[in-house]
Every structure is written in structure tokens, then in C-alpha cells.
């Protein structure tokens, strides 16, 4: 049995100022094919770094070897889930002025004895919502008489995405704009903007100066072809009484097929890159937005090998 492995040089900035160089360093990779952006994030997790603004590989070479794994056989590196949406319960407020979810019983458990055979029950629910509860998805659709719906949308554009996390939580600037974006891989991503907007859910001060994304960002996302744009805010435009209901944001990122997902929650759990995204919504027709369980997959690499320095080998080698 084969185990691959990736061997690069490092050159890792911190946000918080400082950097890290390495040479030589090895991780196990799951395939062949494991992007860089999937070797970073290994890389980092192994290293247990903190506060990584930026990590730039070069000489990146994946070869695979014999496996000197135990007799249970290899162990390939595994993937930690990271929960990214707010969990819906009747009653709750989403965005300030629509309805909120009203969940009551369809079928209860007692009624459902008299249907079935003895011992056997269940329960059927019936909830009444918006589309816009809890964390939600935008198709086309919601912004579009003639845009795709949530019935349209191609499963690669929700699903399995690798992701790339945009920081500027703390920054002290509501509006995400082009300075905040230049210089991040974007293409085919799902771009995950992390504004610490999700500390104040279901608070009043939730949709008070919350983070939004600048129209000049938006158009940066769609040149740079992103794929998915998520905040965890209440809105990814500025909803301020201000700005007068523009919504450039939206306007321009699903004029282009991009979907929108907004409410995130939970994206410090995410390293900037390396990670897959999926937010999916049910398949339903002629409707614009739908609540989805967002979450990524996070690769984690196996312990320290103390016999080999910079390597991170699969466990048992």
C-alpha cells in the first residue's frame, strides 16, 4: 500500500506580525492531486499555528512510498466538520421585520399509536418559515424574475467548495472592500467573509452598523471568479437605514450566478484555506432563498513523527 506525501518549502506571515520559514517540510496528503491550498492548511494544522495570515509554498513535490502501517492497515489523513450555520427553533428572528418560524405538530406521537401496530409511533411536524431564516442560501432567483432558482442551481456551486476564509474581524471597518480581497485565490471558491457579525445574533444589535461586502468587492469576487460568497452577517449588503435599500451586493454577485450565503456562524473554526465548503438547499422550484446547513470539512493531519524533522507522517509510519 502506497501513502502519499507532499515535501515543500514554507514561508508563513502572521496577522499579528512575525513570520516562519521552512525547508523540507513533509505532510501526508490524501492523493496525488492535493492542491496547494490543501497542503497549507495541513501544514498548518500540524505545526498548530495560530493567527496565519498568509502561507506561501515553493518547490511543493508530491511522491508516494510503501506505507509502514500498522496490520490493520493505513490510515489516510482525516477531515475534522466544522458547523457554520445557526441552528432554526420556533419563534426565533433572522432579520429584523420578517416572520418568525412557526414549528407545531402535524401528527403527534400519541395520535400515531392508533395507526400503526403496537409499539410503533412516530412523529410528523409541520413548520411554517420564510426563506430567509436562520442561515440561508440566495439563488438568482431572489433577486431576479428570471434568474435561476433554488432548483436550478448546479450541485458544484454548493457543494464540496474549496473555501477560502477573508478575515477582517477586528479590522474596525464595517464595509469589506477590494483592499481586504486583493491578493486571495478566489477562483472557483467559496469566499467566506469572517466579520465577527455572528457575535451578535439574536441581539437587537445584530442588524445595527453590522460588516457588509462593498459593491467594488462584490465586482472584484465576480472578475476574479469566486464561486460562492458567505458572510456571517445579517446581510451581505449594508442594511443601514443610510443606504437607502441599495443592495449592490446582491444585485451584481447574482446577476452572475454567484450564490449568497448569509448568517454564517462559526468561521474561526476555519483555517484561511483548505477547507470545503457545502451549503445546499432543497431543490424547490420557482423559489429564491432557503435555510441550508452550512459546514466544512477541515483536513487533519496524523501526529508528529519525532524520527523525521519537518514530517508529519500517517499514523503508524
Known sequence: ???????????????????????????????????????????????????VDRVTLSGVRIFAEPHLG??????EPGR????????ISAGMTTY????????????????????YAPGTEF????ITLVGNTG???DSPFHRYGDGTDLAGIPLERLADLPAVVVRTIGGGVRGVG???????????????????????????????????LTGAGAQWLIDHGAALVGIDAVNIDDSSPAAGGARPAHTLLLAAGIPIVEHLTGLEGLPPTGARFTAAPPR?????????????????????????????????A
Open 178 to 212: 477590494v483592499d481586504a480581497l486583493e491578493g486571495v485565490n478566489v477562483a472557483g471558491r467559496a469566499v467566506l467573509l469572517h466579520t465577527g457579525g455572528d457575535a451578535h445574533w439574536s441581539t437587537p444589535g445584530y442588524a445595527v452598523d453590522a460588516p457588509y
Open 284 to 316: 424547490v422550484a420557482a423559489f429564491g432563498t432557503f435555510p441550508v446547513r452550512a459546514y466544512a470539512s477541515v483536513p487533519v493531519a496524523g501526529p508528529h513523527d519525532p524520527g523525521s524533522a519537518g514530517r508529519l507522517p500517517a499514523s503508524g
Open 70 to 75: 500498522t496490520p490493520g492497515g493505513p490510515s
Open 135 to 137: 442561515t440561508y442560501l
Open 80 to 87: 475534522r466538520w466544522v458547523e457554520l450555520s445557526h441552528v
Open 96 to 115: 429584523p421585520g420578517l416572520p418568525a418560524p412557526e414549528i407545531t405538530p402535524f401528527l403527534t406521537r400519541e395520535a400515531s399509536r392508533g395507526v
Open 1 to 51: 500500500m502506497l501513502q502519499y506525501r507532499a515535501e515543500f518549502d514554507a514561508t508563513v506571515t502572521f496577522s499579528n506580525g512575525g513570520g516562519l520559514q521552512t525547508q523540507g517540510f513533509r505532510v501526508d496528503v490524501p492523493h496525488a492531486d492535493t492542491t496547494e491550498a490543501e497542503i497549507s492548511a495541513l501544514f498548518v494544522t500540524a505545526c498548530r499555528l495560530l493567527m
Open 123 to 126: 412523529a410528523i411536524d409541520r
